[in-house]
């Protein structure tokens, strides 16, 4: 699977996760209803929420496992390649250093006329 697709598939999980938290949290409660303590009838929506977060994780974990698998087929690093940003002592960059001494530049001005 591309890197675009797997995210597509956590964007939707997401997705599903935050619409499934407002299918869950909507509530009819009346009067009868809390002193029944009736499930189905205080979250009507229930059904459709855990609907909702099983299809979000079904396309989690395939995205993971997609992912997973990309990174185990990708080359290692050699080990002579620095990595400069995890080295304790990075390399700083070369600059030139001359031990001779740069004559400042003269101009020279014509006699005016």
Known sequence: MKFKSE???LVIAITLFAVATVCYSHSNNTPTDIATLNLTSTHPYRSIAVVFVGIGAISMVTASISYSKKTKDLPPI?????????SPNPTKPKTQT???KIAPKTTTSSPSL
Do not use: K, V
């Open 7 to 9: 995210l597509i598939l």
């Open 78 to 86: 050699a080990p002579d390649t620095p990595c400069e940003f995890l």
């Open 98 to 100: 001359s031990t001779q």
